[in-house]
C-alpha cells in the first residue's frame, strides 16, 4: 500500500510498506478515508523529538473492510474514527476513563505501527478502540469534522476539562494553533461566558471567533500576561489552556490564572526553566497531559452530528496522500492551521 513514509528531519515520502493484516481475534482492518498532520508530527519534522524512520500519522477515519473473529461492535463497512492511541479497554487505566494511558495500548503510526497518512491501518483492540459512526452520506465538512475528533478536538476538550471549565467562567486559551483553537471551542460547548484567545495570527483569529472567542489578546510574554490583566480587571482568568508545551506558554497561563484557579495543560511539554513555586504560591492547579480521546469521541460526535459544532473548520488546507510533503510544509511554515488528506471517499 502507498503511505507517507518519515524519512528524518525535513523529509516526508509517499512509498509502499506491506498491506496490513489481522494478526489478532480483536485485529480490524480499517480503508483510511481521511488523514491528517498533527502538530506533534511537526516536532518529529522539525528535529525537535526523535520518531523512528518509517510509517507515521496517528489521526485518520476509515472504512472497515475485515475484523477479527472475536470483534463484535464493529461490522465491515462501519466509517469509523480512530482515536489517536489505541486500548484495550479493560485495563485500570481505560476502566478510569484514560485510555491513552492503557497498559497494552500504543499510538498510530509511531513508525513500528500503521499511520493515518497511509491507505489502510490495523486496528488493535477494534472494539475498545474504533468509534462507529451512525447514518451515511455524509459531506465533506462533516469528514473533516470526524477527522479532528480522532485527536485535536478532543486534546482541546481535555485541556479544558481538566482546567474544570464549567458555565460562566472566563477562560484564556494559551496557543492558536488546532489545538489552542480546539480548546476555544471546548471552553465554549462547556458553557464559559468569556474566552480570551491568545492569538497573533488574522487567520487564526476569525476560527478562535467563530469558536466562540470573545477577546483576542495579540501579545507575548508578560506583556500578553499584562493585557489579559487588564481585561479581567487584575483579577485574572477562572481556567488557563495551555496549548503550546513551552516555558513561555506555561509561564503565560501561570501568570494570567486567578489564585485558586486551574490550567489545563496538554501542549506536549518542552519545559526547561518553568518552576512550580510559580504555581504553588497562588494555589494554582495545574493538571492535564495525554487526551484520552477515545472517552470523549462519542460525545463530540453527537455535537458534530446535531451541527452544534464544526471542529474541521481547524483544517485549512486540503491535499491528497501525493501531496503529503506540501502538507507538512505549509504547517511548518505556518501557511495553514492544519493539513488535512483526503486518501480514499467512504
Known sequence: ??????????????????????????????RVVRGCVCGSDLWYYRGINPHQVGSIGHEY????????????????????????????GTCPACRNGFESNCEYGGAFG??????????????????ATLVPVPGADFTDEQLASFTALSDVACTGYHAAVSAGVKPGDTVAVVGDGAVGLSGVLAAKLLGASRIIALSRHADRQVVAKEFGATDIVEERGTDAVDAVLALTDGVGVDAALECVGTDQSVETAAGIVR?????GAVGVPLYEKFQYQTLFWKNVGIKG????????????????LAGDINPGRVFTLTTDLDHVADAYAAMDERRAIKSLLTVSQP
Open 289 to 304: 497531559g495525554v487526551a484520552p480521546a477515545r472517552r470523549y469521541i462519542p460525545e463530540l460526535l453527537e455535537h458534530v
Open 1 to 30: 500500500m502507498r503511505a507517507a513514509i518519515f524519512k528524518g528531519k525535513g523529509t516526508i515520502e509517499v512509498g509502499q510498506r506491506p498491506d496490513p493484516q489481522i494478526q489478532g481475534p480483536t485485529d480490524a482492518l480499517v
Open 61 to 88: 477515519i476509515g472504512v472497515v473492510e475485515e475484523v477479527g473473529q472475536q470483534v463484535t461492535k464493529i461490522a465491515v463497512g462501519d466509517l469509523v474514527i480512530a482515536p489517536f492511541t489505541f486500548n484495550c
Open 259 to 263: 489564585a485558586g484557579g486551574m490550567i
Open 110 to 127: 509511531d513508525g513500528h505501527t500503521d499511520g493515518g497518512q497511509g491507505e489502510r491501518v490495523r486496528a488493535p483492540y477494534a472494539d
